[in-house]
C-alpha cells in the first residue's frame, strides 16, 4: 500500500564553518532537518548530502552523500589559501529533496615542519676534504605539504655572513666548490614547506674544522710534532706541503726515488738542514754536509731508508740526488758538546790521511787544516766559538785533541798557535799567522832574551820592543825608573807562561799590564834622558839602561 502523499524535509541552517578558518580540515555543521511529520508512520527517512567547491559557479564539486548526522570534516586536506563554497542536500527515501543556502570560507592555515637534527660532522670535527657531505634528520610537514631544506655556512660563529644553498630536497648536501684549508667553518640547516613556513635544526652553532690529511712527528725533540699535509688532496706524490713550527723545510724532493715527497729540514732556522725526514715511510736521518763531488758546493749527505747506512746525497747545485758511497772517517767529540765531529778522507787517498772537517752541528769549523806532526797526514785546528782563532787541535789519524795556546812564540808581536803535537803534555810547536809556516817552539833554558829596540829611542817617530825571556811561569814585573830611582811607568804586572815575550812602549808614564804584543801608551810623555828597565821575573830580577832621545 503506497502513503497518500509525501513532505518534504524541513527546511534547515548552516551552522559553522562560514567565513576564515584556520584549518585545513574545517568541521561543516548544519542544523537538523527533518522527514513530514505524517512521513515517518510510513518508514520514510532522512539523509544529507554535503557538496563543495573552489567555483562559485560549481563547476568542479567534491561531494559526500549519504550522511545520517548535520557534520561533516573532510578526511583529507583542504588546500591552503583557497576560498571554497559549500552547501548541504537533504532528502528522504522517496527523494524529496530540500537544499540550504550556499556559504564560503577561505582556509589559511599551514603548520611549519617538525624540528630536525644535523648527524654529521659532529661538532667540533676535523674533515680531511675540502668537499665534505653533511647530512641531518628527516624533518615532516604535519599539513603534508612537501618539505625543502636551506643549507647554510659561514667563517663567522655568528652567521654575520653566510653562503646559502636552498630547495634542496632530501636531508644532505655536499659542495661543489673547495672549502679552504686550515679554516673553521660553522654551519645550520632550515626546513620549510611549500607555504614558507619554516624551522630551524635544532643545534645551533655547530662547527667543523678542515684540514687535509696529515703525518706528524717530532722532527726536533721540542715536545711539539712537525707537521706535513696532503694539500692537493693527491696520495701519489705523498705529503708535499711542509708547515713551519719551529723548524724549515730547505728542500722538498723525492729523496728516495719511491714517488713522494721528502724533506730535508733545518731544525735551526737557517738554511742548512740537519735531519731528512721521509714521512711515507716514516724515516728521519741526520744529514752530514759535505763536498762529495768536489765542485766546491757542500751536499747533503744522508740514509734514504732508515737501515743506518748513507746511501744517496743530495746535490744543491743541480738539485739532484744522487747515490753515495760512504766516505772513510774519523770521529771524535772536539767541540766538547757531546755530539762527534767527523774527518773525512774526501779524496780517497789514505796517503794524506783525513783532509776534511765536518761538525754536522754547524758549531765548530777548521781554521787551517796542515801536518803538525811530520807524519804526512792532515791535522786540524778547530775553532769552537767563531772568532776565527783556533781553540783546539784533532789529528784524527793519531785520535789526539789538545788545547790550543795563544802566544808570541817569535817576538814579532802577533799571537801564534803553540800546540802539543803528539798529546805528551809539552807544548813543541807553534804555527806562525806571520809566515804560515809551523815552526819549533824555542826552548828557554836560560837568561838569553833581554833584546831593546831601538835603543835610544825617539817616542815621538818609534815604540821601543822590550823581549824578555822566561824559563818558567810565574808572576812577572817590568816597570821603568829614571837614573834617581824614581818609578815612572810600570809596563807589565802579571801571570806570565814560560817562553819568549814582549812589550812595547811609546815613553809615556800611563799604560798597566800590557799584554804581549801590546803598546803601553800614555799622552804624558817622559823627559829624554838615561832610564832603568827592571825585570822582575819568576826566577830572578835583571836590569837594563834605555835612552830616550828629542
Given at each position: 500500500?503506497?502513503?497518500?502523499?509525501?513532505?518534504?524535509?524541513?527546511?534547515?541552517?548552516?551552522?559553522?564553518?562560514?567565513?576564515?578558518?584556520?584549518?585545513?580540515?574545517?568541521?561543516?555543521?548544519w542544523?537538523?532537518?527533518s522527514?513530514?511529520?505524517?512521513d515517518?508512520?510510513?518508514?520514510?527517512?532522512?539523509?544529507?548530502?554535503?557538496?563543495?567547491s573552489?567555483?562559485?559557479?560549481?563547476?568542479t564539486?567534491?561531494?559526500?552523500?549519504?550522511?545520517?548526522?548535520?557534520n561533516?570534516?573532510?578526511?583529507?586536506?583542504?588546500?591552503?589559501?583557497?576560498?571554497?563554497?559549500?552547501?548541504?542536500?537533504a532528502?528522504?527515501?522517496?527523494?524529496?529533496?530540500?537544499t540550504s543556502?550556499e556559504?564560503?570560507?577561505?582556509?589559511?592555515?599551514?603548520?611549519?615542519?617538525?624540528?630536525?637534527?644535523?648527524?654529521t660532522?659532529?661538532?667540533?670535527?676535523?674533515?680531511?676534504?675540502?668537499?665534505?657531505?653533511?647530512?641531518?634528520?628527516?624533518?615532516?610537514?604535519?599539513?603534508?605539504?612537501?618539505?625543502?631544506?636551506?643549507?647554510r655556512h659561514?667563517?663567522?660563529?655568528?652567521f654575520?655572513?653566510?653562503?646559502?644553498?636552498?630547495?634542496?630536497?632530501?636531508s644532505a648536501?655536499?659542495?661543489d666548490?673547495?672549502?679552504?684549508?686550515?679554516?673553521?667553518?660553522?654551519?645550520?640547516?632550515?626546513?620549510?614547506?611549500s607555504?614558507?613556513?619554516?624551522?630551524?635544526?635544532?643545534?645551533t652553532?655547530?662547527?667543523?674544522?678542515?684540514?687535509?690529511?696529515?703525518?706528524?712527528?717530532d722532527?726536533?725533540?721540542?715536545?711539539?710534532p712537525?707537521?706535513?699535509?696532503?694539500?692537493?688532496?693527491?696520495?701519489?706524490?705523498?705529503?708535499?706541503?711542509?708547515?713551519?713550527?719551529g723548524?724549515?723545510?730547505?728542500?722538498k724532493?723525492?729523496?728516495?726515488?719511491?714517488?713522494?715527497?721528502?724533506?730535508?729540514?733545518?731544525?735551526?732556522?737557517?738554511?742548512?738542514?740537519?735531519?731528512?725526514w721521509?714521512?711515507d715511510?716514516?724515516?728521519?736521518?741526520?744529514?752530514?754536509?759535505?763536498d762529495v763531488?768536489?765542485?766546491?758546493?757542500?751536499?747533503?749527505?744522508?740514509?734514504?731508508?732508515g737501515?743506518?747506512?748513507?746511501?744517496?746525497?743530495?746535490?744543491?747545485?743541480?738539485?739532484?740526488?744522487?747515490?753515495?758511497?760512504?766516505?772513510?772517517?774519523?770521529?771524535?767529540?772536539?767541540?766538547?758538546?757531546?755530539?762527534?765531529?767527523?774527518?773525512?778522507?774526501?779524496?780517497?787517498?789514505?796517503?794524506?790521511?783525513?783532509?776534511?772537517?765536518?761538525?754536522?752541528d754547524?758549531?765548530?769549523?777548521?781554521?787551517?787544516?796542515?801536518?803538525?806532526?811530520?807524519?804526512?797526514?792532515?791535522?786540524?785546528?778547530?775553532?769552537?766559538?767563531?772568532?776565527?782563532?783556533?781553540?783546539?787541535?784533532?789529528?784524527?789519524?793519531?785520535n789526539?785533541?789538545?788545547?790550543?795556546?795563544?802566544?808570541?812564540?817569535?817576538?814579532d808581536?802577533?799571537?801564534d798557535?803553540?800546540?802539543?803535537?803528539?798529546?805528551?803534555?809539552?807544548?813543541d810547536?807553534y804555527?806562525?799567522?806571520?809566515?804560515?809556516?809551523?815552526?819549533?817552539?824555542?826552548?828557554?833554558?836560560?837568561?838569553t832574551?833581554?833584546?831593546?829596540?831601538?835603543?835610544?829611542?825617539?817616542?815621538?817617530e818609534?815604540?821601543?820592543?822590550?823581549?824578555?825571556?822566561?824559563?818558567?811561569?810565574?808572576?812577572?814585573?817590568?816597570?821603568?825608573?829614571?837614573?834617581?830611582?824614581?818609578?815612572?811607568?810600570?809596563?807589565?804586572?802579571g801571570?806570565?807562561?814560560?817562553g819568549?815575550?814582549?812589550?812595547?812602549?811609546n815613553?809615556?808614564?800611563?799604560?798597566?799590564?800590557?799584554q804581549?804584543?801590546?803598546?803601553?801608551?800614555?799622552?804624558?810623555?817622559i823627559?829624554?834622558?838615561?832610564?832603568?828597565?827592571?825585570?822582575?821575573?819568576?826566577?830572578?830580577?835583571?836590569?837594563?839602561?834605555?835612552?830616550?832621545?828629542?
Open positions: 500500500m503506497g502513503i497518500p502523499y509525501n513532505t518534504s524535509p524541513a527546511v534547515f541552517s548552516l551552522l559553522s564553518s562560514s567565513g576564515t578558518v584556520g584549518t585545513r580540515r574545517p568541521t561543516f555543521d542544523s537538523d532537518s522527514a513530514g511529520a505524517d515517518g508512520s510510513y518508514g520514510d527517512w532522512l539523509k544529507y548530502d554535503i557538496l563543495y573552489t567555483s562559485a559557479a560549481w563547476t564539486t567534491t561531494s559526500s552523500i549519504g550522511l545520517v548526522v548535520s561533516f570534516t573532510p578526511s583529507s586536506n583542504l588546500n591552503n589559501f583557497t576560498t571554497y563554497f559549500w552547501k548541504v542536500n532528502y528522504d527515501s522517496y527523494a524529496a529533496t530540500t543556502t556559504w564560503w570560507l577561505y582556509v589559511t592555515s599551514n603548520s611549519a615542519p617538525t624540528p630536525f637534527s644535523l648527524t660532522p659532529t661538532n667540533g670535527q676535523t674533515v680531511t676534504t675540502r668537499k665534505p657531505e653533511f647530512d641531518w634528520s628527516d624533518s615532516t610537514e604535519p599539513d603534508g605539504d612537501s618539505v625543502m631544506y636551506e643549507f659561514s667563517t663567522a660563529s655568528g654575520s655572513v653566510y653562503t646559502a644553498s636552498s630547495g634542496l630536497i632530501s648536501f655536499t659542495f666548490v673547495n672549502l679552504d684549508f686550515f679554516t673553521t667553518y660553522y654551519w645550520r640547516v632550515y626546513a620549510y614547506d607555504f614558507g613556513s619554516t624551522v630551524s635544526c635544532l643545534e652553532n655547530l662547527w667543523i674544522f678542515v684540514e687535509p690529511n696529515k703525518i706528524s712527528r722532527i726536533n725533540g721540542d715536545g711539539i712537525e707537521n706535513v699535509y696532503d694539500v692537493d688532496e693527491n696520495t701519489s706524490n705523498g705529503y708535499e706541503s711542509y708547515i713551519n713550527q723548524t724549515t723545510a730547505t728542500v724532493i723525492d729523496g728516495d726515488n719511491d714517488g713522494k715527497y721528502d724533506f730535508f729540514i733545518s731544525t735551526s732556522g737557517d738554511s742548512n738542514p740537519e735531519i731528512y721521509d714521512p715511510s716514516n724515516i728521519i736521518s741526520t744529514i752530514t754536509v759535505v763531488n768536489s765542485d766546491e758546493i757542500l751536499d747533503y749527505v744522508y740514509d734514504s731508508n737501515d743506518g747506512t748513507n746511501d744517496k746525497y743530495y746535490n744543491p747545485g743541480n738539485m739532484t740526488i744522487n747515490s753515495y758511497s760512504a766516505i772513510p772517517s774519523k770521529t771524535s767529540d772536539v767541540n766538547g758538546n757531546g755530539n762527534n765531529e767527523q774527518a773525512l778522507d774526501q779524496d780517497g787517498n789514505p796517503n794524506n790521511g783525513y783532509e776534511t772537517f765536518i761538525d754536522p754547524g758549531i765548530s769549523t777548521a781554521v787551517v787544516s796542515i801536518d803538525t806532526d811530520g807524519d804526512g797526514k792532515i791535522d786540524h785546528f778547530i775553532d769552537i766559538n767563531n772568532d776565527g782563532i783556533p781553540d783546539k787541535l784533532w789529528d784524527p789519524d793519531n789526539v785533541v789538545t788545547v790550543v795556546q795563544l802566544q808570541d812564540y817569535n817576538g808581536g802577533v799571537s798557535w803553540g800546540i802539543d803535537v803528539n798529546g805528551d803534555g809539552a807544548y810547536k804555527y806562525s799567522l806571520a809566515t804560515r809556516r809551523l815552526l819549533n817552539i824555542p826552548v828557554i833554558n836560560s837568561n832574551g833581554y833584546n831593546i829596540g831601538p835603543n835610544p829611542f825617539n817616542p815621538s818609534d815604540v821601543a820592543t822590550i823581549v824578555y825571556d822566561l824559563v818558567k811561569d810565574g808572576d812577572v814585573i817590568i816597570d821603568i825608573y829614571n837614573i834617581t830611582g824614581e818609578k815612572v811607568v810600570v809596563l807589565v804586572s801571570y806570565r807562561t814560560k819568549r815575550h814582549q812589550v812595547k812602549w815613553g809615556g808614564n800611563g799604560e798597566f799590564d800590557t804581549d804584543g801590546g803598546i803601553a801608551w800614555s799622552g804624558n810623555k823627559a829624554m834622558g838615561i832610564y832603568i828597565i827592571r825585570y822582575k821575573l819568576p826566577d830572578r830580577t835583571e836590569y837594563k839602561k834605555i835612552a830616550i832621545i828629542k
